[in-house]
């Protein structure tokens, strides 16, 4: 197979500025695409990567910067068709969120982290340190766990945070069918709306996994990350943190999980060093100014570039 050929997804052709990092992520899509297993994912969740690697979002701790793009797109499977006209019409987007954005991140420095797996045991401190901050979150949480902390859940959305979906059961959704995919996450939209009064308009596959059949069942949009602390594998707050600081660029959407004490004893350091550095700390539906695409990375506004 060609590899260049196929590493290289349309929107890094008419880039004018792209990391080596970025560069880099393109590779390793192509491996993803070609090994058939997520590498990405497997980094990114400790759980078993998905076997049929269709399409597997791609990020590391790497940064991608497109001028005059909110939007960064990466998937190693260009026929995943994720632009596809019939999704992105407004009608069919089930009520996408347009929150009024607190903070215009094209104007300053923004950055959205973003907490999975959760709500867990730690929720609650994480919360502490992130209202000390007058920090927003977004928060993809698994249905199944909603379930046992549902009073968590309604303290993160009355803090001010974004809850997003992040399925039932935390499965490998291009292994399910249609309707197990859709099972996945009405089941879990049903508990958060119980649990907290929200319906929650952001997704986030787990491991990252998805693919033409499951983005067809989604009408919301799906948002990866492109800055992965791998905290679930560094159960170290320092290097949890360190990693995280090392890699965030304005616009960045950083991905670490609630349910590991060690990731939030990082969190207080990690809003000192980025709320000195001048960073605000906006939901994923605010970095986006309520717009959010449909498959959202992480990427820097054009002004900041
Ligand atoms: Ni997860």
Redesign the pocket.
Known sequence: MDICARSRPPFLAGAKRVTAGALAAAVLVTLTATTGVSQAAARS?PRPAPSDGLSVALFGASEVSLPGASLAVLSGAPEAALLDPVLSAPGDTGSVARPRPRVDCRHVKCVALTF??GPGRYTDTLLRHLAKYHAHATFFVVGSNVVVYPRVLRRTVAAGHEIGN?TWS?PVLTRLSAAGVRSQLVRTDREVKAAGGVVPQLVRP?YGAFNKAVRRQIARPLVLWNVDTLDWRYRNSATVARRALRAVRPGSIILFHDIHRTTVGAIPHVLKSLAKRGYRFVTVSELFGGHVPHVAFGAAPPKLL
Do not use: K, Q, R, V
């Open positions: 969740d999975d797996d992040h935390h787990p």
